[in-house]
């Protein structure tokens, strides 16, 4: 059984960072790809950072330059470095996994996490 489990959420100034970490179970970690999304109430899911089996990675234009995703395939661990939060940034994160480029573009995913907030407010 699949397990996703994110953590590292939490409230943060504008202009400031947090990491989030999203640690997997149940799954062969160094073949599966990842990716984080967010979400705010009445919107719809977004993706926001994908990494593939290879450790590439891939970002919307919208946090293109300030987050940062990579994957531990030791730890079995998924992280987003955030840099630069901004009010906009506010939302429930979402770790993701066996999930392709294409699928976070349409906000889709087979494995999901339960989610963490990350709140950006002066």
């Known amino acids: 059984q699949v397990q996703l489990v994110e953590s590292g959420g939490g409230s943060v100034q504008p202009g400031g960072s947090l990491r989030l970490s999203c640690k997997a179970s149940?799954?062969?970690?160094?073949?599966?790809?990842m990716a984080w999304f967010r979400q705010t109430p009445g919107s719809q899911r977004e993706g926001v950072a994908f990494i593939d089996s290879e450790g590439m990675p891939k970002y919307a234009d919208s946090v293109k330059g300030r987050f940062t995703i990579s994957k531990d395939n030791v730890d079995n661990t998924l992280y987003l470095h955030m840099y630069n939060l901004q009010p906009e940034d506010t939302a429930m994160y979402y770790c993701a996994g066996d999930v392709s480029w294409t699928m976070l573009t349409t906000g889709r995913a087979t494995n999901w996490g339960q989610g963490t907030q990350v709140t950006v407010s002066s």
């Open positions: 149940g799954v062969t970690y160094s073949r599966y790809s």
